[in-house]
């Protein structure tokens, strides 16, 4: 299963004191966050409202890129099935550390409503995830509600060595 | 000893059915009630065999032999003007009579009429493929042969359209459970991370409504978090309150503030 | 750090010794247009397309196969699923279909209501599809304003269900609430506002050299392949084929209301961006006179919104809480499940993408035998089988946008 690295308690429980330069890099990192459009099924339509005229991603120093190259974050949004789930291994593999990957809506969380043969029963069985945001599908501030976290989570990580991996197996 | 549960059909039944009761039937009528149909029907018997026809919710459903198709869609493209077909695939008997039922469902729109051609073939009984006929065949009867297995010949391309290319099993049958038999239900695993990981990634967890107060890794704790690895207490109902940034802000960055609220209706004045 | 795994990587693309020239082009599963789950492998020629193989599945989630295991109303939210982007059509075609099957009038006011809902999903798939194809071709400007017209309508619908995308608003026997003091005026203000918009598109699209170089004579459908292929809905309208079955089998209703049904006779890509915008302008004509009846039925008093059969269809709530053979008899629907009578339907409607079907085979059960989803969009992706062949690759993002593919419908 996904290792946690999430810490649960408040941000006043931070085990580790930062130093300047982490907390610069750290700045940069979560304010520029590009995001690798995943949008699958329902939940996509949602990440794409989100990112269009009313509720704007660009604020965010978001944009969605195409290529697992060029982005850090990947939002899973939408249902993974079985048939799918070599490539979403495959295009996680391709990103550049550092990268956090949301899973968006309940079918990427758990499998959500779809309990059957052909789904895979929440993302985070093939890659690790750092954050789940439930809905079906969210509504667009819940994304971006879960952009902000993650932005939060970001600026208290270590910065200088590169993250520690998440094992999933 | 556990109850017995017949494996030849697997899909969910109602836990209760009244001994004694008879379930009402849609009605169906003579196909003399309508002429359209009726015209139809007999330039398919003048030269096919015809077991049962029947109208009923409006379509006139006709029973033909399986060898008879590819003859009775032409027949019927070219001389009865049911130009489209708009759908077709099976549905499994296996368990009642050992049979698939197969149904071309076609769309006249000169006449403005639906028809739907019927026809039982054995499990392993193959059929030939319509798609010359029509183009729309070529992919349903792709997807019939992937959920159900039912064998198709003179098919330009006969492989797995909706389960990937090395899946086992036909999914729609009725001895196929819902969730899946075990190749299905470590697919994904075996094929990115091979067998070994089986035991480290551990299995699906399909129960739904499954919550365990004492899962701190999981959403049972949702609201009321504990750090990682903690006894959550019983009485200790702290909700975690929402903190959209940090408590001192972010530097350059717009402090968040939930009660700044815009009202999104002053956006509708245009 | 690579963590050992099993995927070895992807030279299917390249083999090293072919003699012609083809080069193997996977448009994979994962698209940076909007599309959904779309695989092409399309085998070049130079930059020409000689075979394009669309490789679909990759959303299958076994919607028809959950159908036989839940009761009927319990799978009215999983329809919404099939078609997101106007999931109301969807449940309404299902809701229609069993309704059919077990025989009962829904009443006047639901059927405004429910007409009501379908038109502007139906205004909510085409300004979506707007938005899309206009991002692919590059018309980012029209992407965002379309978005901003279709937040306004999720907006109205949010008002009226509670959800914004998957709506399970319509249900078997009619529709479980009324619709709410500021929809009629939102509504009013929203379609008076609508003309300008879509001409606001029009002077944006219709003379752009860049929109028409992309966009004629591209994607050319005749009519033969188009009936052959069961292409249907705009698809079908803009390659010569006047059939909408709204007109032509009118269910709820739409035989009491006018408008047109656009047509064209070209089929390529022009056309049927031609037909979408035209059959904007013709919801808002509907949605109108829907205005006008949904008044009539509140001055002639018909306020009932699900039909009357109790064996099939719960009570209102007002009369559940008060009543109790209501009480009980929506326990017996709720858990064990409703049992229409043995026999097969088969209805399609006219959703915004095509003819969506739904054939039921019920044995009597609570739970349906055998549900078939005749989704639209499966065979037009099928069709870019034929169609891709002697266009080059910007031409087939233009193609996969104006088909209107929904992945959620070709795979259910």
Known sequence: MAQHQVNYSQDGGLPVALTTIDKVVNWGRSNSLWALTYGLACCGIEMMASGASRYDFDRFGTIFRASPRQSEVMIVAGTLTKKHAEFIKRLYDQMAEPRWVISMGSCANTGGMFNTYATVQGVDRVIPVDLYLPGCAPRPETLQYAVMMLQKKIRSEKAAKAQRPKRLM | MRAYTPKNDVQKKSYYTDRYWVAPQVAKSAVSDDAVFEADLNAIKAKFDVSEAYIQ???????IKPEDLVGVLTLLRDECEYTQLSELSAIDWLAKQGQFELFYQMLSMTKRKRLRIKCFIDEDQAIESVSSLFRSADWSEREMYDMFGVKVNNHPFMKRILMPDDWQGHPLRKTYPL???EFASWYEVDRIYGKEARDVIGPEIRESAKVDRYD?????????????GAEPKAADAEKTPLAYQEEEGVFLIEKFDENDVVESAEFRKR | MQQPNRLRPFFENITFDREDNEMIVNFGPQHPSAHGQLRLMLHLQQEQIVKAHPDVGYLHRGMEKMAENMIYNEFMPTTDRMDYIASSSNNYGFALAVEKLIDVEVPRRAKVIRMMILEINRLMSHLFWLATTALDIGAMTVFLYAFREREYLMDIIEGYCGARLTHAAIRIGGVPLDI?????SELKAFLDKLPENIKDYEDLLDKNRIWLMRMEDVGVIPTDM??????????????????????????????EVEFEVPFSDKGDNYARYKVYMQEMRESAKILYQTIDMYAETVANNQTELMAHAPKFISAPKLELMTQNYSLMQHFVLVTQGMRPPVGEVYIATESPKGELGFFINSQGGPYPYRLKLRAPSFWHTGILTDLLPGHYIPDVVSIIGTTNIVFGEVDR
Do not use: H
Not at chain 2, 216 to 228: A, D, I, K, M
Not at chain 3, 180 to 184: A, T, V
């Open chain 3, 180 to 184: 709410q003091d500021n929809f009629i």
């Open chain 3, 226 to 255: 188009a009936l052959s292929w069961g292409c249907t809905g705009p698809m079908l309208r803009a390659s010569g084929v006047a059939w909408d079955i709204r007109k032509e089998e009118p269910y709820e209703l739409y035989d």
């Open chain 2, 57 to 63: 919710v409006e379509q006139m459903v006709v029973y």
């Open chain 2, 216 to 228: 701190t890794e999981r959403f049972s704790r949702l609201g009321y978090e504990v750090p990682f």
């Open chain 2, 179 to 181: 969730q899946g038999d």
